[in-house]
């Protein structure tokens, strides 16, 4: 069966340090992997997602990168932290089944980022 | 113009009764799939329960059902004998086929329930 590992579970850093979260899956291949942004009580901003190794694709301008360096695993970076960038943070996996609507993204536990 | 309208930001149930949660969506796709996700407080996000636009029969899995209305564009989730598990927050979201390479999800706002013992 397939799982997903997302770390740290919670992150406590100040303004202008450094990030890096990370996402790996297992039990299956070539996924489509997405990380998305929560404020609290609120819905999900989709951060990227990617298709294939190498392939990143940003939905929202912002100081934050991720990168593919494997094919089942996903990061998260920034290279100067924001107050802006609290929040929970989830990644997302999604099997290529297909070329339809049908298969569902599957989530990880998320981390929740507190910036001091 | 929003694509996913939750217009129940919160909702209250007694346990063991029934309770529907709406979701509207607009799309000029003949194709596309409506999912349903629950968020615990605990953070994650589970999968619930899918919808294809094509599909004649209402989705069901367990308790939950999907009350899919095409013509009102509406796919409202309904959770019968509700549980003091199923506090939560629940999250409609839609694939449109121009989407369905990228996988990309539109989600709603979300609505929080709460079930009363």
């Known amino acids: 069966s397939q799982t997903i590992h997302q770390w740290p579970a919670t992150l406590v850093q100040p303004v202008g340090s450094p990030l890096s979260l990370e996402c790996t899956v297992e039990?299956?291949?070539?996924?489509?992997l997405y990380w998305y942004r929560q404020a609290a009580g609120r819905g999900l901003q989709l951060l990227f997602y990617?298709?294939?190794?190498?392939?990143i694709s940003s939905e929202v301008p912002q100081n934050l990168s991720a990168s593919r360096p494997q094919d089942r695993q996903f990061i998260l970076s920034s290279k100067k932290l924001l107050l802006s960038d609290s929040g929970f943070y989830l990644c997302?996996?999604?099997?290529?089944?297909?070329?339809?609507?049908?298969?569902?993204?599957?989530f990880g536990d998320g981390t929740r980022l507190s910036i001091l | 113009a929003q694509k996913i309208t939750q217009t129940q930001p919160g909702m209250f149930v007694q346990e063991k009764e029934a309770v529907t949660l709406d979701c509207t969506y607009d799309?000029?796709?003949?194709?596309?799939?409506l999912f349903w996700y629950k968020q615990p407080s605990s953070g994650e996000m589970i999968f619930l329960i899918y919808?294809?636009?094509?599909?004649?029969q209402n989705a069901t899995e367990g308790r939950y059902s999907l009350n899919f209305q095409k013509a009102r564009k509406s796919a409202n989730l309904v959770i019968s004998a509700s549980q003091l598990g199923d506090s939560a927050m629940y999250f409609c979201?839609?694939?449109?086929?121009?989407?369905?390479?990228?996988?990309?999800?539109?989600f709603g706002q979300g609505t929080t329930l709460q079930v009363k013992p």
């Open positions: 799309t000029s796709d003949q194709s596309y799939g």
């Open positions: 997302a996996w999604m099997a290529k089944i297909g070329t339809g609507v049908n298969q569902p993204q599957h």
């Open positions: 990617s298709v294939g190794i190498g392939q």
């Open positions: 979201a839609m694939r449109e086929y121009r989407s369905s390479n990228t996988g990309k999800l539109i």
């Open positions: 039990g299956t291949s070539n996924p489509n």
């Open positions: 919808q294809g636009s094509y599909d004649e």
